[in-house]
T-cell receptor, first 109, second 116 residues
Framework: GQSLEQPSEVTAVEGAIVQINCTYQ??????LSWYQQHDGGAPTFLSY????GLEETGRFSSFLSRSDSYGYLLLQELQMKDSASYFC??????????FGPGTRLSVLP | GAVVSQHPSWVICKSGTSVKIECRSL??????MFWYRQFPKQSLMLMAT?????????EQGVEKDKFLINHASLTLSTLTVTSAHPEDSSFYIC????????????FGPGTRLTVT
């Protein structure tokens, strides 16, 4: 089977940097994705890592270590609009796509 | 690009009735679409993978006779909740795979189903 772990909640202030970790157990792993979901809305794709290392996209960066079955999403220069739930998701060669439990980020003024 | 729509956005139905939810890829062809269910403050649970022109693949524990999925064209997949019960009340979200494969999915806006 597959399982993912994320912190349930993270709180930070505007302008700060926050890191949301994700650990996973899966077979046939081919990539780790990150999605953002605001309350009442649908998830939106943020990033994807198939290889080890850091991928940077504007204020958001994502990191993957396949040997450690670990990744994180790094959000810099936090803004109020970044308050949302963030999900990591793993895909494997069996074409299953499983989401983590989600981390609720609250950005305070 | 990569816009996915869902209809209806919300629906209230009586227990025992059936409800159909449509998922459309508006500006691309989606060979594969996915259906998820999300309860309040919980994660997305994959219900089934819908492949155009073939039978859907259901996740373990999802009743295929209760949640009927049809993917008749490259731009339309439908989910029918048959004989709905209050415990079926949830947020149903569809997604379509992006050009890079299933790792990048484009989600519809979701359908909030309330069964009374």
């Amino acid at each position: 089977g597959q399982s993912l772990e994320q912190p349930s909640e993270v709180t930070a202030v505007e302008g700060a940097i926050v890191q949301i970790n994700c650990t996973y157990q899966t077979s046939g792993f081919y990539g780790l994705s990150w999605y953002q979901q605001h309350d009442g809305g649908a998830p939106t794709f943020l990033s994807y890592n198939a290889l080890d290392g850091l991928e940077e996209t504007g204020r958001f960066s994502s990191f993957l270590s396949r040997s450690d079955s670990y990744g994180y999403l790094l959000l810099q220069e936090l803004q109020m609009k970044d308050s949302a739930s963030y999900f990591c998701a793993v895909g494997n060669y069996g074409q299953n796509f499983v989401f983590g439990p989600g981390t609720r980020l609250s950005v305070l003024p | 690009g990569a816009v996915v729509s869902q209809h209806p956005s919300w629906v209230i139905c009586k227990s025992g009735t059936s409800v159909k939810i449509e998922c459309r890829s508006l500006d691309f062809q989606a060979t594969t679409m996915f259906w998820y269910r999300q309860f309040p403050k919980q994660s997305l649970m994959l219900m089934a993978t819908s492949n155009e022109g073939s039978k859907a693949t259901y996740e373990q524990g999802v009743e295929k006779d209760k949640f009927l999925i049809n993917h008749a064209s490259l731009t339309l997949s439908t989910l029918t909740v048959t004989s709905a019960h209050p415990e079926d009340s949830s947020f149903y979200i569809c997604s379509a795979g992006g050009a890079g494969g299933t790792y990048e999915q484009y989600f519809g806006p979701g359908t909030r189903l309330t069964v009374t």
